[in-house]
C-alpha cells in the first residue's frame, strides 16, 4: 500500500471510501465546542447506532402494550440473531447461539470441553491472556482439584520480542501435547492487538489429542472467522466492542457441530431444553440439539435489541469490505506513526494479516502525560500499565482524516 505525509491523501482516502456511508449510522461524541472527537477506542466499548434507541424502544413499546402476552414475540427472541451471528463467524446457524456475558459462557463451555484426567490436565494460553480468561481456567482447574502451578501453561513472546512465535506453540504441543486436555487462545491478543493462527494452532491442537476452544472478544466484527471450516471446538465472544451492541450486551457462543449430540458435562438450564417440551415443565433435561443447548436463560430482550441494530449495519457493510478497509486505516496509521514519531514502538505485528483495526503503541518518555493530553484535545485513545497506548481505527465509522489528525496530534506532543 503507497501512502502519503500530505493530509489531503486522507481527505482523497476518504472520498473514495466505499463505506463512508456507514459512518452516519452511529452517533459520534462531540466535545464542548460541539465538534466530534476522535475515537479510537471501539476495540473497548464501539459506538452506538442512531438506529439503536428505535430497536429497543420498539420492544419497550410491545412490553407496555401487552404485558405478559409480549412473551410470545420474545420467547425466540435470540433466533433474530443467528444468521447474521453464522455468517460473521463462519458457521453454521445451529452452531452459534447469542447469550450471556464472555466469562459467563467461558465457564460453561470449560465445564464442558475441560475434562483433565491424571495424564491429560494442563490448558494452554497466551502469556498476557486478558486476566478474565486466566482467572476463568485457574478457576476451573481448582475446581477440578489440580494445581493450577503445574496445569496452567503460558506460552509468551521470546525475550525482548512482544509477539508469540506461531513455531513456539508448535514445538511446545509437539513436545508436550500428550498432558494437554485444552488449548484456550485469544483470537486477537487484547494488548498487543496479534492475530493468531487460529486454523493452524487448531490443526496442532487436535493432532495432540486435545480440546481447542478461542476467546473471541476481539476478534468477531474484526477479523474474517471461518470457524466451521477450521474444526475449532468451541469459541465465545461479547458484542460490545467492535459488534457495538452496548454495555452489557450479551455475547455469543460457537460449538462445532460435531458436538450436535452432546453427552458430556453441561450446566444445564430451562433455555436449553428441548422447545417443544420446554414449557410442559417436565423434570427431564433434554437439551436442544446444537449450540442452543448451551443456554440457560431466557434472552434478555432489550439488550438484544441493540445488538439487532448494530448487526443489521454490519450486515450491510459487509465483513469482506470491512477488513479491506480495516488492514488500510490500520497501515495507514502505521506509516504516519513511522514518518512523524519514530521514536514510539510498535507492539503490534507489522504483518497486515497477523492484526486487526488495532494498534498498541509503546511511549518511551511520559507516556501517562501524552495519552492524558489525547485524551483532554479529544482523541479517545485507550491506556494499558506500562506504557501503551491502544490506538483502533475501526472501518465501520472511523475515518483516514482522524488518523492524520491523530498522529499529527500525538508528534506535536511527542
Given at each position: 500500500m503507497n501512502f502519503s505525509t500530505e493530509r489531503q491523501f486522507a481527505l482523497d482516502c476518504d472520498t473514495d471510501d466505499s463505506l463512508a456511508h456507514i459512518r452516519q449510522k452511529?452517533?459520534?461524541?462531540?466535545?464542548?465546542?460541539?465538534?466530534?472527537?476522535?475515537?479510537?477506542?471501539?476495540?473497548?466499548?464501539?459506538?452506538?447506532?442512531?438506529?439503536?434507541?428505535?430497536?429497543?424502544?420498539?420492544?419497550?413499546?410491545s412490553w407496555a402494550a401487552k404485558g405478559v402476552l409480549g412473551h410470545n414475540r420474545w420467547r425466540p427472541f435470540h433466533e433474530n440473531l443467528t444468521e447474521s451471528t453464522a455468517r460473521l463467524v463462519g458457521s453454521k446457524s445451529d452452531e452459534v447461539?447469542?447469550?450471556?456475558?464472555?466469562?459467563?459462557?467461558?465457564?460453561?463451555?470449560?465445564?464442558?470441553?475441560?475434562?483433565?484426567?491424571?495424564?491429560?490436565?494442563?490448558i494452554v494460553i497466551?502469556?498476557?491472556?486478558?486476566?478474565?480468561?486466566?482467572?476463568?481456567?485457574?478457576?476451573?482447574?481448582?475446581?477440578?482439584?489440580?494445581?493450577?502451578?503445574?496445569?496452567?501453561v503460558e506460552i509468551g513472546p521470546r525475550k525482548n520480542e512482544h509477539t508469540i512465535r506461531h513455531?513456539?506453540?508448535k514445538s511446545y504441543l509437539e513436545e508436550e501435547g500428550e498432558s494437554v486436555a485444552l488449548i484456550m487462545f485469544g483470537g486477537v491478543n487484547y494488548y498487543t492487538g496479534q492475530v493468531f493462527d487460529i486454523k493452524s494452532i487448531t490443526q496442532l491442537a487436535h493432532g495432540a489429542g486435545a480440546?481447542?476452544?478461542?476467546?473471541?472478544?476481539?476478534?468477531?466484527?474484526?477479523?474474517?472467522?471461518?470457524?466451521?471450516?477450521?474444526?475449532v471446538d468451541f469459541a465465545a465472544w461479547c458484542s460490545y466492542k467492535y459488534l457495538c451492541g452496548g454495555p452489557g450486551c450479551p455475547g455469543g457462543i460457537f460449538v462445532h457441530e460435531k458436538y450436535k449430540n452432546f453427552q458430556g458435562n453441561r450446566f444445564a438450564g430451562w433455555w436449553g431444553q428441548n422447545k417443544e417440551t420446554r414449557f410442559l415443565m417436565e423434570p427431564e433435561f433434554t437439551p436442544?440439539?446444537?449450540?442452543?443447548?448451551?443456554?440457560?436463560?431466557?434472552?434478555?430482550?432489550?439488550?438484544?435489541?441493540?445488538?439487532?441494530?448494530?448487526?443489521e449495519i454490519i450486515d450491510l457493510a459487509g465483513m469482506h469490505a470491512m477488513r479491506e478497509k480495516s488492514e488500510r486505516l490500520t497501515g495507514y496509521l502505521e506509516f504516519l506513526l513511522a514518518e512523524f514519531t519514530p521514536e514510539v514502538e510498535i507492539l503490534t505485528p507489522g504483518n497486515a494479516s497477523e492484526r486487526g483495526c488495532q494498534l498498541s503503541i509503546s511511549i518511551p518518555e511520559n507516556g501517562r502525560e501524552i495519552f492524558n493530553a489525547l485524551r483532554a484535545s479529544g482523541y479517545i485513545v485507550d491506556w494499558r500499565e506500562p506504557q501503551v497506548i491502544r490506538v483502533a481505527p475501526k472501518p465501520l465509522y472511523n475515518t483516514f482524516a482522524e488518523v492524520w489528525d491523530f498522529a499529527d496530534k500525538l508528534k506535536s506532543l511527542m
Open positions: 452511529f452517533s459520534i461524541p462531540e466535545r464542548e465546542d460541539g465538534s466530534s472527537v476522535i475515537y479510537f477506542s471501539g476495540n473497548s466499548l464501539g459506538l452506538s447506532p442512531k438506529s439503536a434507541s428505535d430497536f429497543v424502544f420498539k420492544e419497550m413499546d447461539v447469542v447469550m450471556n456475558a464472555l466469562t459467563v459462557n467461558l465457564h460453561l463451555l470449560m465445564v464442558s470441553f475441560y475434562s483433565p484426567t491424571k495424564s491429560r490436565y494442563k497466551e502469556k498476557g491472556a486478558f486476566p478474565s480468561d486466566r482467572y476463568a481456567v485457574e478457576s476451573q482447574i481448582i475446581f477440578h482439584g489440580f494445581d493450577p502451578e503445574t496445569s496452567i513455531e513456539d506453540i480440546v481447542v476452544g478461542y476467546d473471541l472478544a476481539h476478534g468477531v466484527g474484526n477479523i474474517p472467522l471461518e470457524l466451521h471450516h477450521w474444526d436442544i440439539t446444537g449450540a442452543e443447548g448451551w443456554q440457560i436463560s431466557n434472552p434478555p430482550v432489550f439488550s438484544m435489541a441493540s445488538l439487532m441494530a448494530s448487526m
